[in-house]
């Protein structure tokens, strides 16, 4: 590999693709309200094609809906990839997904105009569906029909918020669900994307951009603790089964457990439900949800046996029944060292400071990880906001961060 130049990337050019995008499912203000399959979707996945072709890029879109601009290396080989989901929350902002589609696209741009034609391959993708914003069990739409994540039957299950299959969504839009597989892919070398950090931690940093040493492992509980309902007054303390009692030891523990570990540790009781839920009544039932999460394979499985085990501690020691659920259960996805570093050395050439850490929010890049070697790229998010139109990142930010991906490029393709 020869030396990284200094890659030039044009801030009026970022903003401005940035911009137009947005206005594709604009929603009051900054606010993008972006689904799947929708007319805004169909105008911004023509938008980013057209934006390939622009960029002499060849521009398709797959058959889920992915849209690929792709740059042909002059040696055979896998290809490098780059981007991100163009779906959005509703409302979310400017920047979640589709920084990194469009970065993607800058990059390419860039290396070619600045470099000709690569070695290898050079791909950038805008992924059609991540955020389950419109059918909420289709997350990572796109990412799973590239690595062959999609059952036959899941386009007919996979029902919307407004009653639709996924399927009808998209015979709408002139995709055929029964060709799904051909959007499956063998030959992706390794995929880097772009994202926004939406956390606070570069900001308290005061650096701009991060590469991501890897993807948290996450998994959901649905707990229930039941007791024996009774008599609020009646009931003398020593003689209760109260599940409240319970659940509160349990939900401060289950925290204060994440909380004594440190970062990157999280652990979090965001749902509860409470049976009968009523003033005068010891109730005899408490539902509610635990969201653990961390980024190390092992101590992920330890966070979990820890909070296990504490829980059953609690259960039987104030003689209480549990019982839980697994509702979601994705493993934590480690970035590959080797790309990691490539993209930290590609960082310095550029004078882009950068530090590591671990993503806190699931990405298409733990779905390509089945396919191919990944890392990922994060930019500082302005008071760590995102999922919602306040989200913003600074475009001397973004540049930084495209600088770093376009040099990442650079090594493994030119
Ligand atoms: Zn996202």
């Not at 990337?9 to 594709?24: G, N, Q, S």
């Not at 609020?232 to 994440?258: C, H, K, Q, W, Y």
């Not at 330890?302 to 209480?320: D, G, Q, S, W």
Request: net charge negative; hydrophobic share 40%.
């Amino acid at each position: 590999m020869t030396a990284t130049p200094r890659i030039t990337i044009d801030p009026a050019f970022v903003e401005r693709l940035i911009l137009e995008m947005a206005e594709h499912g604009s929603d009051g203000g900054t606010g993008v309200s972006r689904t799947v399959y929708s007319p805004e979707w169909v105008e911004a996945t023509r938008l980013y094609a057209r934006r390939c072709e622009e960029a002499g890029l060849k521009a398709r879109m797959d058959s889920v809906g992915n849209v690929w601009g792709k740059l042909e290396g002059s040696q055979p080989g896998k290809s490098i990839v780059s981007g991100s989901h163009i779906d959005s929350q509703t409302p979310g902002g400017r920047y979640d997904g589709i920084l990194g589609a469009l970065a993607g696209l800058i990059a390419l741009k860039a290396l070619k105009e600045q470099f000709g034609q690569p070695k290898r391959t050079l791909e950038c993708i805008a992924f059609c569906e991540e955020e389950s914003s419109r059918f909420p069990s289709a997350n990572f739409w796109g990412s799973r029909a590239i690595t062959g994540g999609t059952r036959v039957d899941d386009p007919e299950k996979t029902i919307g918020f407004g009653g639709e299959t996924i399927a009808s969504a998209m015979r709408e839009v002139g995709l055929d669900p029964a060709l799904i597989p051909e959007a499956r892919r063998a030959d992706i070398d390794s995929f880097v994307e772009l994202h926004i950090e939406q956390g606070p931690i570069l900001e308290h940093a005061n650096l701009p951009v991060a590469v991501v040493t890897g993807i948290t492992g996450i998994r959901h509980y649905e707990i229930e603790l039941r007791g024996t309902q009774n008599h609020a007054g009646a009931f003398p303390m020593d003689l209760r089964r109260d599940p409240m009692a319970g659940f509160a030891e349990i939900a401060s523990g289950v925290v204060n457990t994440a909380h004594r570990w440190g970062r990157p540790a999280v652990s979090t009781v965001g749902r509860v439900h409470v049976r009968p839920n009523a003033t005068a009544i010891i109730p005899d039932s408490v539902t509610f949800t635990l969201d653990a999460r961390h980024p190390d394979p092992v101590l992920c499985q330890k966070l979990y046996e820890t909070h296990e085990a504490f829980m059953r501690e609690v259960a039987k020691r104030r003689n209480l029944e549990i019982s839980w659920k697994i509702m979601i259960d994705h493993p934590a996805c480690p970035s590959d060292p080797g790309l990691v570093s490539t993209l930290r050395g590609a960082a310095d050439t550029q004078g882009v400071p950068t530090m590591l850490m671990a993503s806190g929010a699931g990405h298409d890049s733990q779905q390509m990880a089945k396919i191919a070697k990944v890392a990922m790229i994060f930019v500082r998010s302005k008071d760590g906001r995102s999922h919602t139109p306040d989200e913003f990142s600074s475009i001397e930010d973004i540049v930084a961060g495209i600088e770093v991906l376009a040099a990442g490029l650079y090594r493994l393709a030119y």
